[in-house]
C-alpha cells in the first residue's frame, strides 16, 4: 500500500492476457479462453476489481498513509528552527532585545524568542590546575577563535582532582543565565551520544566564587562531560565578588573534576560565554497571551509594524470577542486604550466601567496579534465549507509547526463576531480539527465541527529555511535597530535546523528500518550492536557463538591513545547493557577484553645503493600496515600470512630483493605458528613487535 505508483502503466486487455498466461500453470485442462467462459467472465471482473483497488490506494489520503507507517512505529520527524547562539561585542551598559528582533544573515532571518537581556560580560582568562598542585597553566588562548591549538584543559591523563578556571570582567544579576559553549576537538570514531547530559566518563562540579567561598552551581552540561562540543548553562549565585587568590583577579567560575575515568583526554579549542539565543525564522504574525486583563504589555519588533488585533474572554468558557484600539473618546463599545511607551512597547488598558465592555479573570483573558504588513494584506486564508478533507492553500510554505495557529471567525445570532484560536491536530467534540502541511504551505480539514461558514485568519506563522539554517561558526550578522558600534556573531554553528520529513523519506526509513538489528540473534548482530553503543570510541567488534552451551563471546577493540588499549570498566557498563537487552532470553553473552600478541621479524633485504635510509623508512612502515590490526583492516583471530608480509615489502619502490625472511608470535599461547603463518587466537589481535631487517645493497 506505501508503494503505490502513480498512474496506472497497464489497461484491462493488458491485465487480462497477462492472467491468461498464467492459467496453464494453475490448471492445465482450462482450454476455453472465450469470453462466453464463465471462467473468463470470473477473471475479466477479478482484472476489473484489482485496477478499482489500485486506484482507490493511489487516492489514498495523506494522513491514512501516515497512520499506516505509524502502526510500524514510524512517525514523522518534525521540522525544527536551527538555533545559534550568539555573541555580541561592543555592549558597554545593559540593553534589552525584544521579542522577534531580527538578525539577518545574506537573505536569512534569525530570531530571539524572548525579550532577551545584554549585559556586555567577557572572559578575562582561562587557567587550569593539576590535583596536589598550587601551579596554575595559562590556556588564555582558547578564548581567541583564530587560535585553535587545542588544550588538554585535565592533562593527559586526567584525575579526580584537577580543575579549570574561567575569570570574567563582570558576571549579569543574580538568578540570570549564562550560557556558554565549549568546541573541544572530537574524534570521529566516538558514536553519537543518545544523551548528551549523560557524563559517563567523569564527574564535574561547577562553582562559583562568592564571599563565602566556591559555591556549587547546578549546570546543564551538554557537552558529555568535556568529550563533544556544546553549551553549559548555569544561574548566577547570590554574593558572587571578585577572586584574587589565582594568576589575575576578577570573578571565577571554575569546574572541578570528582571522577574521572575518560577514554580520550578532553582537548579543548575555543570557549565562549555571555551568549544568547537566536532561531533561524521569519514571524509572519504572532499572538501574545495575558492571563491578567490589567497586565497587557508587550515588547515585540513586530509591534512596530503597527498591524495589531485585541482579543478578550468575558466570561469563562466564552468564544473571544475583538477589541478596538482606533476609537472615539466618548463613546461606548468594544474598545482598549493603546499606550506607547518606547520602541517596539505596547501596553493595553481596558476600561470597562468607561467603555461597557472589558475581559474577565479567566484562563487566557487576553490575546494580542500582531501582524507584518506583508501578511496583513493576505492574512484572510478562506472559509469553511464543510466538506471531508477541504484543503486550504496559505500563503507561505515551509511553516513552522509550533508556531503555527489560526482564528476563526463565527457570527452569532445577533448579528456579533465571536473568535476562536485553533492549533493543528486539536481533536475535541465541536473544535475545528485540521492538519498541517507545513512543507507545502496548505491546511486540510478533517473535521469541521461547529465551524461550518466561519472564516479563517492567521493569528500565528514563522517560516523556516530547515537545514539552511546550520550556519557554520564566526558568521557576522546584521541587528535590525540596533545602536552603533554593537556587533555580532555566532560562537557557534546552528544546530538543529531541519524541514519536516516527507512521506517519501519516511517510506524509505520505514524499509531500512525493516533491515535494522533490534535483536541480537545471528553473531553479526552482536558485532554491529556492540560497535555503535552510544558515547564509546569502538574499533573492533567480534562475537563468537556457542551453540552447545548457548553462550556468545564479544570481544571489542577500543579507540584509544594508548599503545594497548584496555577495556575499562565504563565501557564493559555500557557495551553489556546494550547486548543484554539486545539478546535472546535464554543466551549467555560474556564480554572479553582484547589481547594482542606480537609479531617479531627477521630478514635480509636488498635496496638501491644510497636509498638506505627512505628504504628503512618505506619497511617499518609497511610492516606497521601489514601487522598492526589495530589500525588495518584485520580482526581478531584473522591469520597473518608470510606471504602477505613477504608482498608488503617487495612492493617497496626502494627494495630490490628479500631474503630469508621469517615472521615468529611472541607467544605461543596466543597464537599458533604453522608452515611460516601466524593463525591469533579468536580473542587476540597481532601487533608489530621486534623488527632484525638487515639492509644490504644490490
Known amino acids: 500500500m506505501l508503494n ?8 484491462l486487455p493488458q491485465r487480462l492476457a497477462d492472467a491468461m498466461l498464467t492459467i496453464p500453470l494453475y490448471d492445465p485442462e482450462w482450454t476455453n479462453y472465450n469470453a462466453s467462459d464463465p471462467g473468463m467472465t470470473i477473471l475479466e471482473t477479478l482484472s476489473v476489481s484489482n485496477i478499482m483497488l489500485e486506484g482507490a490506494m493511489d487516492f489514498m489520503p495523506p494522513m491514512a498513509k501516515l497512520k499506516l507507517l505509524a502502526l510500524a512505529g514510524i512517525t514523522p520527524r518534525k521540522a525544527k528552527n536551527a538555533k545559534v ?13 525584544p521579542a522577534n528582533q531580527k538578525f539577518t544573515l545574506g537573505n536569512m532571518v534569525f530570531e530571539t524568542d524572548r525579550i532577551t537581556s545584554l549585559y556586555g560580560n567577557s572572559l578575562t582568562g582561562v587557567f587550569t590546575k593539576k590535583n596536589g598542585s598550587d601551579e596554575f597553566k595559562d590556556i588564555s588562548y582558547v578564548l581567541d577563535d583564530e587560535v585553535f591549538i587545542p588544550a588538554y584543559i585535565f592533562g593527559k591523563k586526567p584525575v579526580a582532582g584537577d580543575e579549570i578556571y574561567f575569570y570574567a570582567d563582570s558576571l549579569p544579576p543574580v538568578g540570570e543565565d549564562v550560557i556558554c559553549y565549549a568546541t573541544f576537538e572530537e574524534t570521529a570514531s566516538r558514536n553519537p551520544m543518545t544523551e548528551r547530559n549523560k557524563n559517563m566518563f567523569s564527574e564535574i562540579v561547577w562553582e562559583c566564587w562568592c564571599e563565602d567561598g566556591f559555591k556549587e552551581l547546578e549546570p546543564r552540561d551538554y557537552t558529555a562531560g568535556f568529550l563533544i562540543s556544546g553549551e553549559v548553562r548555569f544561574r548566577i549565585p547570590e554574593g558572587a565578588v571578585e577572586y584574587t587568590d589565582g594568576p589575575i583577579n576578577g570573578y571565577c567560575i571554575r569546574a572541578r573534576l570528582t571522577f574521572a575515568n575518560y577514554d580520550i583526554s578532553p582537548k579543548l579549542l575555543y570557549f565562549s560565554a555571555f551568549l544568547f539565543e537566536v532561531w533561524q525564522k521569519e514571524t509572519k504574525c504572532t499572538s501574545f497571551t495575558f492571563q491578567k486583563p490589567t497586565d497587557v504589555r508587550i515588547y515585540s519588533d513586530l509591534a512596530e509594524a503597527g498591524y495589531i488585533r485585541v482579543f478578550a474572554k468575558e466570561e469563562k468558557g466564552s468564544s473571544y470577542r475583538m477589541y478596538r484600539t482606533d476609537h472615539p473618546d466618548d463613546e461606548q463599545g468594544r474598545f482598549v486604550d493603546a499606550q506607547r511607551p518606547g520602541f517596539g512597547q505596547f501596553e493595553f488598558l481596558f476600561d470597562k466601567a468607561k467603555y461597557g465592555f472589558g475581559p474577565d479573570r479567566v484562563k487566557n483573558a487576553v490575546r494580542v496579534v500582531l501582524y507584518t504588513e506583508e501578511a496583513m494584506r493576505q492574512y484572510n486564508i478562506g472559509g469553511v465549507l464543510g466538506y471531508d478533507n477541504q484543503r486550504i492553500d496559505l500563503p507561505y510554505d515551509h511553516i513552522v509547526r509550533g508556531s503555527f ?15 476562536d484560536f485553533a492549533r493543528p491536530d486539536k481533536n475535541e467534540p465541536g473544535s475545528l480539527f485540521y492538519h498541517l502541511l507545513e512543507n507545502e504551505g496548505a491546511i486540510v480539514i478533517e473535521d469541521a465541527g461547529d465551524y461550518i461558514g466561519a472564516n479563517l485568519y492567521l493569528a500565528c506563522c514563522a517560516t523556516s529555511r530547515g537545514d539552511e539554517g546550520n550556519v557554520i561558526r564566526r558568521k557576522e550578522f546584521i541587528g535590525e535597530n540596533i545602536p552603533q558600534g554593537i556587533s555580532f ?14 512521506f517519501e523519506s519516511m517510506r524509505e526509513r520505514f524499509l531500512k528500518d525493516v533491515h535494522q538489528p533490534y535483536v541480537a540473534v545471528c553473531a553479526e548482530d552482536y558485532e554491529n550492536i556492540a560497535m555503535s553503543t552510544p558515547g564509546l570510541c569502538i574499533k573492533k567488534a567480534r562475537a563468537v557463538m556457542d551453540g552447545d552451551l548457548n553462550l556468545v563471546e564479544v570481544v571489542v577493540l577500543p579507540d584509544s591513545e594508548d599503545e594497548i588499549p584496555l577495556l575499562s570498566e565504563t565501557y564493559k557498563k555500557e557495551i553489556l547493557e546494550q547486548l543484554l537487552e539486545r539478546r535472546l532470553l535464554t543466551t549467555r553473552v560474556e564480554l572479553r577484553a582484547p589481547r594482542f600478541v606480537s609479531v617479531n621479524i627477521r630478514g635480509t633485504v636488498s635496496v638501491r645503493r644510497g636509498y638506505e635510509k627512505e628504504a628503512e623508512e618505506h619497511i617499518r612502515a609497511e610492516l606497521k600496515r601489514a601487522c598492526e590490526y589495530r589500525n588495518n583492516d584485520k580482526t581478531f583471530g584473522e591469520a597473518l600470512y608470510y606471504s602477505e608480509v613477504f608482498r608488503a615489502l617487495e612492493r617497496i619502490e626502494d627494495v630490490d630483493f628479500v631474503y630469508d625472511l621469517s615472521i615468529r608470535p611472541s607467544s605461543n599461547s596466543l597464537a599458533k605458528y604453522v608452515d611460516g603463518n601466524i593463525y591469533p587466537d579468536k580473542f587476540v589481535l597481532c601487533r608489530l613487535g621486534n623488527v632484525d631487517i638487515e639492509i644490504i645493497h644490490s
Open 4 to 11: 503505490i505508483e502513480s498512474e496506472q502503466v497497464k489497461t
Open 85 to 97: 547562539l550568539m555573541e555580541a561585542e561592543g555592549v558597554s551598559s545593559p540593553m534589552l532585545l
Open 405 to 419: 495557529c489560526i482564528v476563526a471567525e463565527r457570527k452569532t445570532r445577533d448579528g456579533e463576531f465571536i473568535y
Open 489 to 502: 556573531s555566532n560562537a557557534a554553528p546552528g544546530v538543529g535546523g531541519a524541514l519536516s520529513e516527507s
